[in-house]
């Protein structure tokens, strides 16, 4: 069967794989569409460490169910799904705590084994979410359960002031994961257009800091008080402090993307705000519901986000495109079948 592999840093080719043969518990799936993240473009130019080479990236998946194990009774074959694309030990600290998205021995599809840029895959039923949505809804709803993981970190309420930093694939998760809690959800970020797909996302409020004072703005905003919750899915130093220092006192700080070097804080604040900082990591299952019930409510601009579809053998021209231009895509998907 055909895939895409990642061969070395900046080099992606066509090549063949032997199809899946499904272990008990398997079902087989044909691959559909697959979303492309920050995560392929990294392990695509030789930046990710969990990467080795070659690699069958992509995690992002909307596929059909061809076979389902004997005895199979929630899933059936010819159901379109989506899927979970973590492993999780159960025996580490985070799986006996129930939070098996941050298992110490996780192994994501695409990053350390091979993804789903491919015909056909073999996965266990109970990463499979069957959804009455689109191929490209579908495609959507892992990078968005991102977002919605951080915002159930975060405990974000209807009674919230929620504010997200970033407003690319994950950050717009974040956004319409507060407004779907009924938060009330203000967008930070440097581009118009990135912020005006957040306002069909969710956001009531947009700060464009390439031109607005981001602390002037949120006390106009607030009232001088802060966010209650600071939503920070971009990943810089100066971003990582600006959340504690806006943050409201006693407010919530949740960390999705993370610095690639040292952050120095003023760590008075923590103290003196009494304040709750938290890092998010993948998603569970209550977040894949979640997700999948606000794209069947068509709460969620789904062409808007998507910058390209591609056809298969389009997939390293495309690729080479965007790390030549990461600024030009936001979310890429590739059509397998």
Same mark, same amino acid.
């Given at each position: 069967?055909? #895939?895409?592999?990642?061969?070395?840093?900046?080099?992606?080719?066509?090549?063949?794989?032997?199809?899946?043969?499904?272990?008990?518990?398997?079902?087989?799936?044909?691959?559909?569409?697959?979303?492309?993240c920050?995560?392929? /473009?990294n392990?695509?130019?030789?930046?990710?460490?969990?990467?080795?080479? !070659?690699?069958?990236?992509?995690?992002?998946?909307?596929?059909? &169910?061809?076979?389902? !194990?004997?005895?199979?009774?929630?899933?059936?074959? $010819?159901m379109?799904?989506?899927? *979970?694309?973590?492993?999780? +030990?159960?025996?580490?600290?985070? +799986?006996?705590?129930?939070?098996?998205?941050? +298992?110490?021995?996780?192994?994501?599809?695409?990053?350390?084994?091979?993804?789903?840029?491919?015909?056909?895959?073999?996965? !266990?039923?109970?990463?499979? =979410?069957?959804?009455?949505?689109s %191929?490209?809804?579908? +495609?959507?709803?892992?990078?968005?359960?991102?977002?919605?993981? @951080?915002?159930?970190?975060?405990?974000?309420?209807?009674?919230?002031?929620?504010?997200?930093?970033?407003?690319? $694939?994950?950050?717009?998760?974040? &956004?319409?994961a *507060?407004?779907?809690?009924?938060?009330?959800?203000?967008?930070?970020?440097?581009?118009?257009?990135?912020?005006?797909?957040?306002?069909?996302?969710?956001?009531?409020?947009?700060?464009?800091?390439?031109?607005?004072?981001?602390?002037?703005?949120?006390?106009?905003?607030? #009232?001088?008080?802060?966010?209650?919750?600071?939503?920070?899915?971009?990943?810089?130093?100066?971003?990582?402090?600006?959340?504690?220092?806006?943050? @409201?006192?006693?407010?919530?700080?949740? =960390?999705?993307?993370?610095?690639?070097?040292?952050?120095? =804080?003023?760590?008075?604040?923590?103290?003196?705000?009494?304040?709750?900082i938290? $890092? #998010?990591?993948?998603?569970?299952?209550?977040?894949?519901?979640?997700? &999948?019930r606000? /794209?069947?409510?068509?709460?969620?601009?789904?062409?808007?986000? %998507?910058?390209?579809?591609?056809?298969?053998?389009? $997939? !390293?021209? %495309?690729?080479?495109?965007?790390?030549?231009?990461?600024?030009? =895509?936001?979310? &890429? /998907? %590739?059509?397998?079948?």
């Open positions: 069967m055909k #895939s895409l592999s990642i061969t070395g840093p900046g080099e992606m080719a066509l090549s063949t794989l032997d199809a899946p043969r499904p272990q008990d518990g398997e079902a087989l799936l044909q691959v559909r569409m697959v979303g492309l920050g995560t392929d /473009l392990s695509f130019r030789g930046k990710n460490p969990m990467v080795s080479f !070659p690699r069958v990236p992509g995690h992002e998946i909307a596929a059909t &169910i061809v076979e389902v !194990p004997a005895g199979e009774v929630r899933l059936a074959a $010819g379109n799904v989506t899927v *979970s694309p973590y492993t999780s +030990c159960g025996v580490c600290s985070a +799986c006996r705590r129930g939070r098996p998205n941050a +298992c110490l021995r996780n192994q994501t599809m695409g990053v350390q084994r091979d993804g789903a840029l491919t015909e056909y895959i073999a996965v !266990p039923v109970e990463k499979l =979410y069957p959804a009455s949505l %191929i490209r809804e579908l +495609c959507l709803v892992e990078p968005l359960t991102v977002g919605f993981h @951080a915002a159930a970190r975060g405990r974000v309420t209807a009674q919230d002031v929620v504010a997200v930093f970033g407003c690319g $694939g994950v950050g717009l998760g974040a &956004i319409s *507060s407004s779907f809690r009924g938060a009330r959800t203000i967008a930070i970020d440097m581009d118009d257009l990135k912020l005006a797909t957040a306002r069909r996302a969710g956001a009531s409020e947009t700060i464009n800091t390439a031109r607005e004072d981001l602390h002037q703005r949120l006390v106009e905003l607030t #009232s001088g008080l802060g966010p209650d919750v600071m939503i920070e899915a971009i990943g810089l130093p100066q971003t990582f402090r600006a959340a504690v220092e806006e943050v @409201a006192f006693t407010g919530r700080v949740v =960390y999705i993307g993370y610095a690639k070097e040292p952050v120095s =804080y003023e760590t008075r604040l923590f103290v003196q705000k009494e304040l709750d938290m $890092g #998010s990591r993948n998603a569970l299952p209550e977040d894949f519901q979640d997700v &999948i606000m /794209l069947e409510q068509k709460r969620f601009p789904v062409e808007e986000a %998507i910058s390209a579809v591609a056809e298969f053998e389009e $997939g !390293p021209a %495309i690729l080479r495109a965007w790390s030549d231009n990461p600024a030009a =895509y936001t979310k &890429i /998907l %590739i059509h397998v079948g």
